[in-house]
């Protein structure tokens, strides 16, 4: 049976996972790539990183975007999480505040899900951001949907 979820219910899936696929435009073709995220749910957006290249490009010139997360127990027992919103990329202090907020949640979701010390984490959002530092972007929410099955 498929089910819609509820908009607490699709917070929580987003929440509580950290692994993503990105959707964007370029050129007007789609891609999807993996990525790996926090939810901030007090801010209502989701923080990602990327390296200077094609998707921070596109993203640029389109700032329209959607994520997919999917939440799998088995073939009848996953829900499933789309996410449309605004890229926006951020600089300087707040880019770094928020390289902070990600490294914190990303940390604390892996030592809870996998039981795995990522202590390395802290040294990520140390750094001082500069032209060589990953680009912070975030993801305005706009729309979350979610659905379930569950035989």
Not at 145 to 151: Q, V
Request: aromatic share 12%; charged share 25%; with cysteine.
């Amino acid at each position: 049976m498929y089910i819609n979820l509820e908009d607490k219910d699709s917070k929580f899936v987003l929440e509580n996972n950290y692994l993503g696929h990105l959707a964007y435009i370029y050129q007007n073709r789609p891609f999807v790539v993996p990525i790996t995220y926090f939810y901030h749910p007090a801010k209502n957006v989701i923080i990602c990183y990327s390296a200077e290249g094609h998707k921070m490009n596109a993203m640029r010139k389109n700032k329209q975007v959607a994520m997919n997360i999917v939440d799998v127990d088995a073939l009848t027992n996953w829900k499933s999480v789309l996410v449309h919103g605004t890229f926006e990329q951020l600089f300087a202090s707040e880019a770094k505040s928020y390289l902070h907020d990600f490294s914190l949640g990303i940390k604390s979701l892996v030592a809870e899900k996998e039981l795995k010390d990522l202590s390395f984490i802290s040294e990520f959002s140390s750094k001082l951001i500069d032209e060589n530092s990953p680009m912070i972007f975030v993801i305005k929410i706009e729309e979350i949907t979610g659905k379930m099955r569950m035989d």
